[in-house]
């Protein structure tokens, strides 16, 4: 990717997923059913909480078919969106954002600092949010990025996670 463009649309992050959005070798979003959002409508490398950077993805849950196969399985007749997944969406969006600046290496989760689930997404939701602030982004053999993020349902905050840590491996 030559430019930094400041939103992405979902074939922009199947692009991703296939590996040719910061080209080979580099980060990579999952592709689906595991791409928990549709667009990005807004990465910066300024503003957020902590004044490094931002990044915001969306995903429509009501009448999505893409979301269908976790409440199937999560629970028979009692169907939520497994909070793992959610936690995930927030780690792919912070490796997504050291790809967009340009680091080389692929992305992988390193941990979370604390998770608090404050209410579930059942099939009733129509929308969700997800915000990740950067807190520090250290550069070198190993790209290493730390951040907070926010899972919120119809603009309601359901998930928090503090201390979120992503790698991007070159080697």
């Not at 990717?1 to 910061?22: H, N, Q, V």
């Not at 340009?102 to 604390?114: D, I, K, M, S, T």
Request: proline share 6%.
């Amino acid at each position: 990717m030559t430019e930094r463009r400041p939103s992405f649309e979902y074939e922009d992050l199947l692009a991703c997923g296939r590996g040719e959005l910061f080209g080979p070798g580099n980060a990579q979003l999952p592709l689906p059913p595991m791409l928990m959002f549709e667009r990005i409508p807004l990465v910066s490398e300024e503003g957020g909480a902590h004044g490094k950077g931002q990044i915001v993805a969306e995903m429509q849950i009501a009448d999505n078919p893409q979301v269908e196969w976790f409440f199937a399985c999560h629970f028979k007749n009692d169907p939520v969106m497994p909070g793992c997944l959610g936690l995930d969406a927030l780690w792919q969006l912070t490796g997504f954002y050291l790809g967009w600046l340009g680091e080389p290496g692929r992305g992988r989760a390193l941990g979370v600092g604390e998770v608090k689930f404050k209410k579930i997404v059942t099939p009733a939701v129509k929308k969700l949010e997800y915000i990740i602030d950067i807190k520090r982004v250290r550069t070198g053999k190993l790209t290493l990025g730390y951040a907070d993020g926010t899972m919120k349902a119809d603009g309601e905050v359901f998930y928090n996670a503090t201390d979120l840590r992503v790698i991007l491996d070159a080697s």
